[in-house]
């Protein structure tokens, strides 16, 4: 068994310094609770309402070679902990919405948002990383980020790569992912964490609610709509394992693929 | 707008000329509320736990040459109105979990069910059919059958294929498909239409609960757990057929098929 946690906070819009701090308060309070591996929201350096690419330019940083990943690569081996989280990343020819993984030992990898949600279309490039499952000892952690959650592929492609909890950054507007991430837990038979944000910015509202589901769809804890908070469960890779639905239904070996359409 | 309709009864075991009378009868109803299109639940002429084979191969009937398409088509005919039933097919070579589509003008087509759940496994053969969306005018309606709806790909399949409206009839044991019905419905932007069954049979309870879910993820209409009932809602296949969720995001032309596994 092993701990993992979401960190529930409202970022300052274009003010990682604060953002930093506020996350490295949250996150030891996470780690005292228990928790091996931490996830923090999207974009949870920078915000998220954009009024243009000038902002953007002004707080997204490289990965892994910037600002934000130095500060979680510290926080990390500071505490001992592996963390998930959502920033702004600074690349070639433009920026994307990422997730950057790090652990004790330092840098692990990033993901980019494949599918990016309204407004992000006019700042961020489509991810080109494909999903993602690292692989870090304790368990198999897949990432995903927010409106990626809608699409019914994206945690099935991380579950067949082989994660035993995803791992979702998020800035949720809309009201469905606290309902729907426990059908994705049950569906695949893995673990889901979902790290929202709380707040308004700039007139929009984020829904909070952050949880960690099981592989059973069992809601395992839950924050409220508002409040910086952090949720820590404890999660048995040995059921994420085990596709095994009853006696006779493996959830996996019962897929019939010459029947699906991609 | 059409009205859609699930008929929830409790199918008496082995009896299948009683099922035809309680079908009869609350097809009726339903038709008579406004349904132009009834789903009756998996297995609504011949009940659900057979002990043995020889059991199943008392009561069931090929399709559509069968007594219960007979029925069916008599029934579909003298309503005006389609209907999808869940039924026990022979076939060459053994038996399968079907559905059976009719309308006013006779047989429609049929379905066999591409999951099977547990101890299903002892009697029935896994579908050959692959997953089928029948043209029926007023809605392009497509068929899956209780335990595909644990996989995505069933529901996403049908979506794909252009249903506007997911006739799915159901024995369901577990708890959990009245949550996750509307995750389907809001992930693919169609109409699900669950028809289950209740009541109990040689110990195995079956959970009611039948409902009609909108692109929105609302539910229009569910059952109780128990009772013989009917549920009718109206459905827009404007709404089916238009998979923008906002200005920027049609979920269906966002989904980025070279990152999703199959």
Not at 41 to 59: I, R, S
Not at 133 to 146: E, H, K, Q, S, Y
Not at 150 to 158: D, G, I, K, N, V
Not at 203 to 232: D, H
């Amino acid at each position: 068994m092993v701990g993992v946690a979401f960190v529930q906070m409202e970022p300052e819009l274009l003010d990682p310094e604060t953002n930093y701090c506020k996350a490295e308060r949250l996150t030891r309070e996470a780690v005292e609770k228990g928790a091996s591996l931490v996830v923090l929201p999207e974009l949870f350096d920078t915000g998220y309402v954009f009024n243009d690419a000038g902002e953007l330019e002004a707080v997204a940083q490289p990965i892994p070679s910037g600002r934000t990943t130095e500060f979680l690569e510290w926080l990390a081996e500071d505490t001992g902990s592996f963390i998930v989280a959502g920033t702004a990343e600074r690349a070639d020819g433009g920026f994307y919405n990422s997730a950057v993984v790090v652990g004790p030992e330092g840098y692990v990898g990033k993901y980019r948002k494949t599918h990016l949600f309204n407004r992000e279309k006019l700042f961020f490039k489509p991810g080109d990383t494909g999903f993602r499952v690292f692989d870090l000892g304790f368990a198999r952690v897949g990432v995903m980020i927010c409106f990626d959650w809608f699409f019914p592929e994206s945690a099935r492609t991380l579950a067949l790569m082989g994660a035993d909890v995803i791992a979702h950054p998020a800035n949720l507007v809309m009201p469905y992912a606290p309902r729907a991430m426990p059908v994705r837990a049950l569906e695949n038979r893995v673990y889901t964490v979902t790290a929202d944000r709380v707040g308004e910015e700039r007139g929009v509202v984020f829904t909070g609610m952050s949880q960690i589901a099981a592989p059973t769809s069992e809601v395992l804890v839950q924050a409220g709509r508002t409040g910086e908070t952090v949720g820590v469960a404890e999660v048995d890779v040995s059921l994420s394992r085990n596709k095994k639905l009853n006696e006779r239904n493996d959830v996996f070996m019962d897929r019939r693929r010459e029947f699906y359409l991609l």
